[in-house]
């Protein structure tokens, strides 16, 4: 096993404002000592303070859990504050997701994107009941458990970087927002018909778009199981087309 203690590596970081005119896009490099638990969030840190306070980043919840770190290292997405520098080589490169619109260095807005694929897809519960605010709308355990996964998905936005068809087809509804049409159509609270959501998941930009190159299931996270969420989508609109049930 390598002495990481001993190793110095070497960080090749993107840097661009697209709001400069005079900004170049091209890359600073920084060396930093390696360390035990050292994390790619903790070196933009210590660059941050240390060597160049102008390096932008995003970051928040530091734990995995808001998704808001996520970028490319050595061209893979990931999180960068669960991504570790023991799995990583000597020489790193950090860049921005390319697939959402940027807005400094390695940070991007993709806040725009889930909000418009959730206005999208209505992604709220649908119900003629009534809202009580006193009372819980509880559901069995054995039907909140399978949203409970589904919702475990932190809008880190890996899943629409690593999927080659969300680069080619800017209307894909992409992992998230499958996953998000999921969710919804299982809840027992929302009285959705499977076609209410035909416009949007009985198309190319919708289920049938996906083929199944699984960079979804490769790069997520939180492991949430996208192709098992997919493939019941797949065979429920299948089904509804094919026999009309
Ligand atoms: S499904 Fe996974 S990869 Fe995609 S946005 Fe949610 S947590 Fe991130
Ligand atoms: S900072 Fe929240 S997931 Fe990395």
């Not at 050595?74 to 570790?84: D, E, I, T, V």
């Not at 080619?168 to 049409?181: E, F, Q, T, V």
């Amino acid at each position: 096993m390598a002495d990481n203690h001993k190793r110095t590596l070497t960080f090749k970081i993107f840097r661009h404002d697209p709001d400069n005119p005079d900004s170049v896009p091209h890359y600073d490099t920084f060396k930093l000592d390696d360390r035990p638990f050292f994390s790619i969030y903790l070196a933009m840190e210590e660059i941050q303070q240390k060597h160049d306070p102008s390096l932008y980043y995003d970051i928040c919840c530091r734990s995995n859990v808001c998704g808001s770190c996520a970028v490319n290292v050595n061209g893979q997405p990931c999180l960068a504050c669960k991504s570790q520098t023991k799995d990583l080589p000597d020489t790193i490169t950090i860049e921005p997701l390319r697939y959402f619109d940027h807005i400094k260095d390695v940070a991007v807005d993709k806040g725009r994107w889930f909000r418009d694929m959730i206005m999208r897809l209505e992604g709220w519960i649908h119900t003629s009941k009534p809202f009580n605010e006193k009372l819980e709308n509880l559901q069995k355990a054995d039907d909140q458990l399978p949203v409970y996964e589904a919702e475990r998905c932190i809008e880190c936005g890996i899943c629409i970087e690593a999927c080659a068809i969300a680069h080619l087809n800017p209307n894909y509804l992409g992992s998230a927002g499958m996953n998000r049409a999921y969710r919804f159509l299982i809840d027992t609270r929302d009285e959705r018909s499977l076609d209410e959501f035909a416009e949007q998941l009985f198309t190319g930009d919708g289920v049938f778009g996906c083929e199944a190159m699984l960079g979804c299931r490769n790069f997520c996270p939180k492991e949430i199981p996208l192709p098992y969420h997919f493939g019941i989508l797949r065979r429920r609109i299948l089904k509804r087309v094919l026999t009309g049930k």
